[in-house]
């Protein structure tokens, strides 16, 4: 019996790829059995599934850093992830690790983000009992909520992947092992995101003279670049060689380069971040998410109407959450302005 060309594709990665690297066919599965595709190794159909999803689509309205930005340029959330996937995907090729892993890991990396970026994360995570975090909830996205609650069916490296991308202020490379996640493809989304956040959030900051290009500290001028292009480019490189230096696979990174994007990421923090003209529409963006949740967890009739189910999949205080964090920017503001907002009485 000939060969499927998935099994060709497979055959083609155990020749091709490093020991180091997550093999298609040696995948440890899905939540729930199903026939394999006679085209695509496993990875690569989950990156296919994400792609094709529902919450992958709404990351397009999603803030990353800039609440509702009028120009052209910004980065909204689905931006940053094909950021961080082209990067992963660099990072991965060089090493001869699974690309196909590697590139569906970064794409569903933060589908479980809320509206208005970090700040709606922040605050579900205050007023819904259990609190809420992204990685989770992307992780809970792809399980659950996708596909009218049969989830993706993902398999467990990619779901691996997903849930232990974030790092918050914590370590640039992980150390943890209980944090860092199983495969070498995983562990290089992880430092995908910081290098792709750190570069383009500087680009917007000053884009929206949040900053200047003086503001930055000199140190990291002189060690990442003085643009964009050259700051990630030396990132990914020094990555990328450090890696193949170290001989067992451990990602690594040079001390004076991890010493620039550890001072780069705190001048972030301070400049930006928690910059009052980047908070300013925050506090408003807080009171909307508070007052959408705390409306539809009293009005249990009217949630199932929005959400088209006749009863709850969970409680009700997770299901508003899981609704709530699913939003658009522009549905929030749009359900808020239809639930709170008087409109203009018109006399026929």
Same mark, same amino acid.
């Given at each position: 019996?000939?060969?499927? =060309?998935?099994?060709?594709?497979?055959?083609?990665? &155990?020749?091709?790829?490093?020991?180091?690297?997550? *093999?298609?066919?040696?995948?440890?599965?899905?939540?729930?059995?199903?026939?394999?595709?006679?085209? @695509?190794?496993?990875?690569?159909?989950?990156?296919?599934?994400?792609?094709?999803?529902?919450?992958?689509?709404?990351?397009?309205? &999603?803030?990353?850093?800039?609440?509702?930005?009028?120009?052209?340029?910004?980065?909204?959330?689905?931006?940053?992830?094909?950021?961080?996937?082209?990067?992963?995907?660099? =990072?991965?090729?060089?090493?001869?690790?699974?690309?196909?892993?590697?590139?569906?890991?970064?794409?569903?990396? %933060?589908?479980?983000?809320?509206?208005?970026?970090?700040?709606?994360?922040?605050?579900?995570?205050?007023?819904?009992?259990?609190?809420?975090?992204?990685?989770?909830?992307?992780?809970?996205?792809?399980?659950?909520?996708?596909?009218?609650?049969?989830?993706?069916?993902?398999?467990?490296?990619?779901?691996?992947?997903?849930?232990?991308?974030? &790092?918050?202020?914590?370590? =640039?490379?992980?150390?943890?092992?209980?944090?860092?996640?199983?495969?070498?493809?995983?562990?290089?989304?992880?430092?995908?995101?910081?290098?792709?956040?750190?570069?383009?959030?500087?680009? %917007?900051?000053?884009?929206?003279?949040?900053?200047?290009?003086? %503001?930055?500290?000199?140190?990291?001028? &002189?060690?990442?670049?003085?643009?964009?292009?050259?700051?990630?480019?030396?990132?990914?490189?020094?990555?990328?060689?450090?890696?193949?230096?170290?001989?067992?696979? @451990?990602?690594? =990174?040079?001390?004076?380069?991890?010493?620039?994007?550890?001072?780069?990421?705190?001048?972030?923090?301070?400049?930006?971040?928690?910059?009052?003209?980047?908070?300013?529409?925050?506090?408003?963006?807080?009171?909307?998410?508070?007052? *959408?949740?705390?409306?539809?967890?009293?009005?249990?009739?009217?949630?199932?109407?929005?959400?088209?189910?006749?009863? *709850?999949?969970?409680?009700?205080?997770?299901?508003?959450?899981?609704?709530?964090?699913?939003?658009?920017? @522009?549905?929030?503001?749009?359900?808020?302005?239809?639930?709170?907002?008087?409109?203009?009485?018109?006399?026929?």
């Amino acid at each position: 019996m000939p060969k499927t =060309i998935r099994e060709e594709l497979e055959e083609r990665e &155990k020749e091709s790829l490093s020991p180091f690297a997550a *093999l298609s066919s040696r995948s440890k599965g899905r939540p729930s059995f199903e026939e394999e595709c006679p085209l @695509r190794p496993a990875f690569q159909h989950d990156r296919d599934r994400i792609i094709h999803s529902k919450s992958f689509r709404r990351l397009k309205h &999603k803030t990353q850093v800039f609440l509702i930005p009028t120009g052209d340029h910004y980065r909204t959330r689905l931006t940053h992830t094909l950021e961080v996937s082209q990067i992963a995907r660099t =990072i991965s090729k060089a090493l001869r690790l699974n690309e196909d892993l590697t590139e569906a890991i970064a794409l569903g990396h %933060d589908l479980g983000h809320t509206p208005f970026g970090h700040a709606g994360e922040d605050t579900l995570n205050e007023i819904v009992p259990g609190g809420f975090n992204h990685a989770d909830q992307s992780l809970r996205v792809v399980d659950l909520l996708e596909k009218d609650g049969k989830g993706l069916n993902l398999t467990f490296e990619v779901r691996d992947g997903i849930l232990k991308h974030t &790092k918050g202020k914590g370590e =640039i490379l992980c150390e943890d092992p209980e944090a860092m996640a199983l495969t070498r493809e995983g562990q290089v989304v992880r430092i995908a995101d910081i290098v792709a956040y750190i570069n383009h959030d500087i680009d %917007d900051a000053i884009r929206g003279e949040v900053i200047s290009s003086d %503001d930055i500290p000199e140190d990291c001028l &002189k060690c990442l670049g003085d643009t964009h292009s050259k700051r990630i480019d030396t990132m990914v490189n020094d990555i990328i060689q450090e890696t193949l230096a170290s001989g067992d696979g @451990r990602l690594s =990174i040079s001390k004076e380069v991890l010493s620039a994007v550890w001072d780069l990421r705190a001048f972030l923090w301070e400049h930006v971040y928690e910059n009052n003209a980047v908070h300013t529409d925050f506090y408003k963006a807080t009171k909307i998410l508070k007052e *959408l949740y705390q409306y539809l967890v009293d009005h249990p009739d009217y949630f199932l109407s929005l959400i088209k189910m006749e009863s *709850l999949y969970d409680s009700l205080e997770r299901c508003v959450c899981d609704f709530v964090a699913g939003m658009t920017d @522009r549905y929030a503001f749009s359900l808020y302005e239809k639930l709170f907002l008087p409109l203009p009485w018109v006399v026929l």
